[in-house]
């Protein structure tokens, strides 16, 4: 069974997602802050203690034509820097129309009554989750 973070680089927040091969499901972790370019390192170095992945699963932003835009450059750094950071592989995978998934599943939840209009900001979450059960579905079964 594979434990996967998935991500959804922004500029100013990233968003963070835990799932695993077994179920094939994903859930909205948290969001870290960028400042200056940088993650908050030290918040990511906590959740990846935590949760103990074997894979990280970063969102590669593309244009709908899937060509580069300017954020695909700060997704391709952020994967090569936690990869090195934490040993663990890194799978980068296409995140076109994941905003909008997300942006469904949350007017879906607000309509329920389960999220409030403060929790807008953990949208990045639920996109790092839309992303992350994408490549789960998509990836072959490993023993």
Known sequence: ??????????TRLIGVAIGNSF?????PLDVIRVRDGEPDWAFLDR???QWSPDTLVVGL????????????????RFAEQAGQRYKLPVAMRDERHSSQEA???FANA????????RDAEKI??????????????AAPARP
Do not use: C, S, Y
């Open 61 to 76: 932003p593309l244009t709908l034509d899937g060509g580069n835009q300017p954020i695909t450059r700060h997704a391709r």
């Open 103 to 105: 942006a469904r599943r």
């Open 47 to 49: 959740l990846v203690k």
């Open 124 to 137: 990045d979450a639920l996109a790092a989750a839309v992303i992350l059960e994408a490549w789960l579905g």
């Open 23 to 27: 179920t094939g499901n994903a859930r």
């Open 1 to 10: 069974m594979t434990t996967a973070l998935g991500f959804d680089v922004g």
């Open 110 to 117: 607000r309509a329920a009554g389960t999220q409030k209009r």
